[in-house]
């Protein structure tokens, strides 16, 4: 009889025991960084957290009159990221039927910390004009980096390219 006593109270003493150490991961666990962190410091690997980019332009334009480019940026994961860019996410580029750089894009690279919402998107507008009539090409890059201090890592997500001619006034 003593020695079934001894073992129920050796059991519960390594189940006490276990409940210890599991107590003591709860309380690793619950003592994260606040939710309300300006800076994530998730740095997405593109093979699980990828990010894809898309640019869209009219088919058909009249020379010398504006036109409006857009270009998107999605986060795919689920994950809200804060990240670092120059003045704008996307750099684009217009080139003719040569394969010739039509359009000067400077920006400035003033750093900025932007939010980007897991499952969300970014879009910007370039807004430009052509004088010749012909077919062009349009691409956009996005540039952005993701993380803090030590732990950063440098994205270019490239668009499709798209297509449209620019046609004569009458």
Avoid: W
């Avoid at 593109?46 to 940026?73: D, G, H, M, R, Y």
């Avoid at 999605?74 to 809200?80: A, C, R």
């Amino acid at each position: 009889m003593k020695k079934l006593i001894i073992i129920i109270f050796s059991l519960l003493g390594l189940v006490a025991c276990g409940h210890s150490s599991q107590s003591e991961e709860q309380t690793t666990i619950n003592h994260s960084n606040p939710k309300d962190q300006t800076l994530s410091t998730i740095i997405p690997d593109p093979e699980i957290e990828p990010f894809n980019a898309s640019i869209s332009v009219p088919n058909q334009i009249n020379s010398n009159e504006e036109f409006v480019v857009k270009a998107t940026l999605e986060n795919l994961s689920d994950n809200d990221l804060t990240i670092l860019h120059a003045s704008r996410v996307f750099y684009f580029s217009i080139k003719d039927t040569n394969g010739k750089l039509v359009n000067t894009f400077v920006m400035a690279e003033v750093g900025k910390y932007r939010p980007f919402q897991g499952k969300g998107m970014i879009s910007e507008q370039y807004i430009y004009k052509l004088e010749n009539p012909g077919v062009y090409e349009v691409s956009a890059t996005a540039k952005f980096t993701v993380g803090e201090g030590d732990n950063t890592k440098d994205f270019e997500i490239e668009t499709n390219k798209a297509s449209f001619e620019v046609i004569p006034l009458n």
